[in-house]
């Protein structure tokens, strides 16, 4: 059914007709919104059989879903950022537990500094957790993969985490196909969990593992994250036809056939990024772009196959490992080990600064003609980044850096009359 529709209510209406049993979470931004609107669901009985429980902390929030899946109810939470850091312990006795809990992460920048914002820097926190991750370029897309995610994380036995970019999509208001319950239905069969607390047939879930098991069981795990590979395409192939259009899947390409450069992204900016794709296709020059859907397990010979030509590759972060450069760049240049591609990444949108169309025509530019460092950050002011260099280098009680930035920044904005360029 098309809306215009905010992109959290219009999760929270697909996650409503998954019919879960249990949600429990605890409001921090951007995600708010969403488990707002399944509790006022739940409360007025649009929702039937599910419990809400409200707590006191994220690490309560995804506990309780632990719990509840473990007893073999439909479990799903949300969180972003610092919320997400806080049930880390959690999240890895989820995965490891194998529990198909659904969980939305609303993208949010980490601190220190406080930052409320959109970039990856908490999805990249977790990407070792032993979750799969899905990141959704729209809300249409963001919608529909919650769909898909239940029927994943049952069928696998895993939790899957829905990545979308806070602010950017969960405020947003478009327009959004909004699958029926009766599509989910068609879709979403009831929930059987693979295992369940049974009193009458007792078992232990989350027995102490020595080092004569614990290698193995790690091996199993990473077995079926490569197995879930496969039927994550099978059940986007699936849900495509219940609904009629293609969502979701290992890779989204977009005019790679023929590029001589393509540029590699997660998110929302991957719409920006097909409009400059476009404008460099009127210019003559050939230019693709390559979404990652999937983002854990990583899809390595998908990857290869989609960049495996003598392309070069521009890869855009929205986070970045201190000290080391580019994560999602990391996994790529694994994928095409041994190819020519050249490989440059650009650390854009932290804090949730714009990546504009300007910006990225320019990179892309550079790109093409080889004057593009191995790694650089999109818009840096580096100005502002010298003078702090040099303070700290003169004065070992030079002071925080936030607040010494955000100084430095607003002094020059009022030598020159405005803000930065």
């Known amino acids: 059914m098309l809306r215009q529709i905010e992109g959290s209510q219009a999760v929270a209406r697909v996650v409503a007709a998954c019919r879960p049993q249990v949600v429990c979470a605890y409001p921090i931004t951007p995600q708010t919104h969403i488990v707002e609107a399944i509790g006022a669901m739940v ?29 073999g109810a439909r479990a799903y939470t949300a969180t972003a950022s610092q919320g ?19 969980m939305t992460l609303a993208n949010r920048a980490v601190g220190a500094p406080i930052n409320i914002w959109n970039d990856h820097s908490d999805a990249m926190a977790a990407r070792d957790a032993g979750w799969i991750q899905l990141f959704a370029e729209s809300n249409q897309e963001a919608a529909d993969l919650h769909a898909q995610a239940f029927r994943l994380a049952e069928e696998v036995s895993l939790p899957v985490m829905v990545c979308m970019d806070g602010f950017v999509l969960t405020h947003a208001v478009e327009r959004v196909d909004v699958v029926t319950r009766e599509q989910i239905d068609a879709f979403l069969p009831p929930y059987e969990p693979r295992q369940v607390l049974d009193p009458s047939a007792p078992v232990t879930i989350g027995a102490m593992v020595g080092p004569e098991a614990f290698e193995e069981v790690r091996y199993l795990d ?55 794709v476009d404008e460099a296709r009127d210019r003559g020059a050939r230019v693709g772009a390559l979404g990652i859907t999937t983002f854990r397990p990583f899809p390595l010979d998908a990857v290869r196959d989609a960049l495996g030509g003598d392309a070069r590759l521009l890869v855009v972060e929205k986070a ?10 990391t996994d790529i240049a694994m994928a095409v080990e041994g190819a020519p591609s050249r490989i440059s990444t650009v650390v854009g ?25 191995r790694l650089e950050f999109l818009d840096l002011d580096r100005g502002a980044v010298e003078a702090e260099l040099a303070r700290m280098a003169a004065n070992r009680r030079s002071g925080p850096v936030a607040e010494n930035m955000l100084r430095s920044l607003s002094a020059s904005a009022r030598r020159t009359g405005g803000g930065r360029p």
Request: hydrophobic share 45%; net charge negative.
């Open 320 to 329: 970045f490992s201190s000290g080391f450069g580019g994560v999602l760049s």
């Open 84 to 102: 997400l850091l806080f049930m880390m312990e959690a999240l890895y006795n989820a995965a490891g537990l194998g529990l198909p809990i659904v």
């Open 43 to 71: 409360k007025s009985g649009e929702l039937p059989g599910c419990r809400f429980i409200n707590v006191e902390s994220e690490f309560s929030a995804l506990s309780v879903a632990i719990g509840a899946s473990a007893t």
């Open 349 to 373: 949108g932290l804090g949730g600064r714009a990546i504009t169309e300007t910006s990225l025509r320019r990179v892309i530019d550079d790109a093409l003609e080889g004057r593009l460092e």
């Open 222 to 276: 990473h077995a079926r994250h490569l197995d879930a590979l496969g039927s994550i395409e099978a059940i986007a192939e699936e849900f495509a036809e219940v609904v009629g259009r293609p969502c979701g899947g290992l890779l989204s390409p977009y005019r790679t056939q023929d590029a001589e450069l393509i540029v590699v992204a997660l998110g929302s900016v991957l719409g920006t990024i097909h409009e400059v």
